[in-house]
T-cell receptor, first 111, second 109 residues
Framework: EPEVTQTPSHQVTQMGQEVILRCVPI?????FYWYRQILGQKVEFLVS????????KSEIFDDQFSVERPDGSNFTLKIRSTKLEDSAMYFC?????????FGSGTRLTVV | KNEVEQSPQNLTAQEGEFITINCSYS?????LHWLQQHPGGGIVSLFM???GKKKHGRLIATINIQEKHSSLHITASHPRDSAVYIC???????????FGTGTRLQVTL
C-alpha cells in the first residue's frame, strides 16, 4: 500500500537554527499538508499545498515557516529560526478524493 | 470555526467489550474522518464518512448529519486496539482537517 514517507524521524536543533523537514507524498495525490502536534495537545493544521502553491494556511504558519515542492516528489517544511515552542511532532499528509494518508511524523525538539 | 469535541477523553475496557467513542462538531461538514494514533505517534486513517455507516472488520463508524454527531464502535475489543482515536472534520470546500482532542483507549486482558 502506498505510503507517505517523512525524514528524519527525530531531529534535535538549537534555538535559532533553521530546520527542514522532508516528506515524500503519495505520487498520484493532489493535496499536500503539514500538521503539527505539541506534546499532549491535539493535532493542528499548518498549511495545505495544491497545484504548486499554498492553498490555505493557519495563523501558526507565520513568516518563519515556508513550504516547497522542489522536485515534483519531495515536499518540505522549513522553519527559519526555531523557537522552543516549535518543539512538536510534525506530520505530513497527502490526499486525493478526500481520502487522507499521513506520514509517521518527525519529532522536532528545540533546545 | 468548527469545534470538534470527543467523549470520553479516556476509556479503559476489558478484552471482548463493546466500545463506543463519540464525536460532536459545531458547524456543517463535508466529511468526517476517524483516525488512530499509536503510542509511537503515527496516524492511520480508519474511515472517511459523509453520511450513514461504514464497517471494516470489528470497527463500525456512523454519522448523523442532522445531529452533528458521529460514533466509532469497536466490537470484541482486543489489547491491540489500545491507541488514541481521533475524530477530524472537513468543512465546505476546504481540504484541511480540524481535529478533536482524541480518546485514549486502553484494552486490558
Amino acid at each position: 500500500e502506498p505510503e507517505v514517507t517523512q525524514t528524519p524521524s527525530h531531529q534535535v536543533t538549537q534555538m535559532g537554527q533553521e530546520v527542514i523537514l522532508r516528506c515524500v507524498p503519495i505520487s498520484n495525490h493532489l493535496y499536500f499538508y503539514w500538521y503539527r502536534q505539541i506534546l499532549g495537545q491535539k493535532v493542528e493544521f499548518l498549511v495545505s499545498f495544491y497545484n504548486n502553491e499554498i492553498s490555505e494556511k493557519s495563523e501558526i504558519f507565520d513568516d518563519q515557516f515556508s513550504v516547497e515542492r522542489p522536485d515534483g516528489s519531495n515536499f518540505t517544511l522549513k522553519i527559519r529560526s526555531t523557537k522552543l515552542e516549535d518543539s512538536a511532532m510534525y506530520f505530513c499528509a497527502s490526499s486525493r478524493a478526500g481520502g487522507y494518508t499521513f506520514g509517521s511524523g518527525t519529532r522536532l525538539t528545540v533546545v | 470555526k468548527n469545534e470538534v469535541e470527543q467523549s470520553p477523553q479516556n476509556l479503559t475496557a476489558q478484552e471482548g467489550e463493546f466500545i463506543t467513542i463519540n464525536c460532536s462538531y459545531s458547524v456543517g461538514i463535508s466529511a468526517l474522518h476517524w483516525l488512530q494514533q499509536h503510542p509511537g505517534g503515527g496516524i492511520v486513517s480508519l474511515f472517511m464518512l459523509s453520511s450513514g455507516k461504514k464497517k471494516h472488520g470489528r470497527l463500525i463508524a456512523t454519522i448523523n448529519i442532522q445531529e452533528k454527531h458521529s460514533s466509532l464502535h469497536i466490537t470484541a475489543s482486543h489489547p491491540r486496539d489500545s491507541a488514541v482515536y481521533i475524530c477530524a472534520v472537513r468543512t465546505g470546500t476546504a481540504s484541511k482537517l480540524t481535529f478533536g482532542t482524541g480518546t485514549r483507549l486502553q484494552v486490558t486482558l
